[in-house]
């Protein structure tokens, strides 16, 4: 029988209060009769009882080496008890065994507990309703969201409000200005109300660092971000100054490496998750349409969810009005088509229809995509590229011309992007190794062009089929598998019938005329 516990000891007592028999109490609490009597006969507990032991029920096994290994600790704290015991199996080999590592372990933690450096103290913050809507980006990689069967990664711009736990979000790409405009329009133009200021954290769409003094910059106090110690390491942006101002709040951030000071995003952030991924596991797909409806699903839950907090109608009261329109939500510039068909945004290409080569066009920059507009009317919209030096060229704009200067193909400096998937590189070589180079690659050319015309999906099936079979994969060969190539039918004609009688009537007349 283990030791005696406060709880026994209770029972024991109540047991002794109803039936009066010191046996019977004893047997209900689970104890002995004479440990029964022991705590029958005083009114403490056995934890009041219990006296502290002060000495040591085995030998210490790090005795020897301890005071060295303490003026280790002293010298450099942040050392790791983990680590600091196999230096010592290192430098004491068949002393001490992996076995001990816990034991180390814990002894480390005694000593950092009474003689090490002070911990960093937490101070828990009481929330002002209306005060502040805190944002953040948060990656949604582990909710495995697809769209039309492909990946797609992405991040979550979620908004806060950490009096009542509102929250809302937005879908973009990176952490970004565009991002960021965006997610602040959209959350402010759900509440209808504005707070008094709105916080983020040290990304780069909100702020930079300083690259020299900060007077000189003419920006005040409260326009300049620190660290923990308050020196002004940071300061806001323009262009997120801006937006701030527009829909009338001030900007705040938290301290250089001090996300806990956003704690509240933060913390949402993992229950946002979690209940989008129990929401996903009841729709029983993760597969959408398109992105925008991924938003849009989410966005709902968020509705859902808000209904339900008793302090956000309290929390709304205590905000102003949003009396402005929303910010642009999109950049804008102008520029020129070239002479390959292309686009330069941003340090980033994109193949258009060559019918617009040398015109002027202005281009609306997203956070996910791109529009571009000509004599006011919008002409194509194109997914946007991350980064700089990429390219995103759509072979369906520039195949017409390509057959036409198909020499130009081999070494064409986009090539790349004219294999939508593996197999076609497969075709490609089977072209090649038949038919020549030459002709492979204007028959290639021409598989591109069916596929620009028809349906890529059901090209590519073909390809895969008839590579499948060891047939070479030519452009008439896929139309016939693909029911595009009709014979000609030979229209059916009457027998001609010849009357000779007419020509004998024409030999009269022309006799009658000579005489």
Not at 212 to 238: H, V
Not at 358 to 381: S, T
Not at 422 to 432: G, R, S
Not at 484 to 506: C, M, N, R, T, Y
């Amino acid at each position: 029988m283990g030791r005696v516990t406060d709880k026994q000891v209770r029972i024991l007592r109540e047991a002794m209060t109803k039936h009066g028999v010191a046996e019977v109490a004893a047997m209900k609490a689970n104890m002995h009769r004479n440990t029964a009597r022991k705590y029958l006969n005083t009114d403490r507990l056995p934890s009041d009882l219990r006296q502290p032991r002060d000495w040591r029920t085995r030998a210490d096994p790090f005795a020897e080496d301890w005071a060295a290994i303490a003026e280790r600790l002293a010298d450099a704290p942040e050392l790791e008890a983990k680590h600091l015991f196999w230096d010592l199996m290192r430098l004491r080999p068949g002393v001490y065994q992996e076995g001990q590592v816990r034991t180390f372990q814990r002894r480390v933690q005694v000593w950092q507990a009474q003689n090490g450096p002070d911990k960093e103290v937490f101070f828990p913050q009481e929330h002002v309703p209306g005060e502040a809507m805190q944002t953040d980006f948060t990656w949604a990689t582990e909710l495995q969201v697809t769209i039309q069967g492909e990946a797609f990664p992405h991040m979550l711009c979620h908004m806060v409000l950490p009096w009542s736990n509102w929250n809302y979000v937005t879908v973009s790409q990176s952490e970004s200005m565009l991002a960021l405009r965006n997610g602040i329009a959209s959350a402010l133009v759900q509440l209808g109300r504005v707070p008094r200021f709105h916080q983020t954290d040290n990304s780069t769409a909100a702020t930079h660092r300083i690259a020299g003094n900060d007077a000189e910059d003419g920006l005040s106090e409260k326009e300049l971000t620190g660290d923990c110690y308050g020196r002004k390491t940071r300061e806001f942006n323009t262009e997120y100054l801006a937006v701030v101002r527009h829909y009338g709040m001030e900007a705040r951030t938290i301290g250089i490496g001090q996300s806990n000071q956003n704690g509240d995003v933060e913390a949402s952030n993992n229950a946002l998750k979690r209940r989008l991924i129990q929401h996903l596991l009841v729709r029983g797909s993760r597969d959408f349409p398109t992105v925008e409806a991924w938003e849009g699903w989410v966005q709902d839950i968020c509705r859902v969810v808000n209904g339900r907090r008793k302090r956000v109608e309290e929390e709304l009261a205590a905000m102003a009005p949003l009396r402005v329109e929303a910010f642009a939500e999109f950049d804008e510039l102008r520029t020129k088509v070239t002479e390959e068909s292309v686009l330069v945004v941003k340090r980033n290409l994109y193949s258009v229809p060559p019918r617009l080569i040398g015109q002027q066009v202005r281009v609306r920059i997203y956070e996910m995509r791109l529009e571009v507009w000509h004599a006011g009317r919008r002409i194509l919209d194109l997914p946007r590229l991350l980064g700089k030096g990429n390219c995103r060229i759509d072979y369906r704009h520039i195949i017409d011309a390509l057959l036409r200067k198909s020499g130009a193909f081999a070494r064409y400096r986009h090539r790349q992007a004219l294999f939508p998937s593996p197999v076609w590189y497969e075709a490609l070589a089977i072209l090649e190794k038949t038919l020549g180079q030459r002709k492979g690659e204007v028959d290639y050319l021409r598989l591109l062009h069916l596929a620009a015309n028809t349906l890529e999906c059901d090209v590519e099936t073909a390809l895969v089929l008839l590579i499948a079979e060891g047939a070479v994969p030519t452009p008439d060969r896929v139309k016939a598998l693909l029911g595009l190539e009709k014979p000609a039918e030979v229209p059916a004609l009457e027998p001609l019938q010849v009357d000779l009688s007419e020509f004998d009537g024409l030999l009269t007349e022309s006799l009658a005329e000579a005489v």
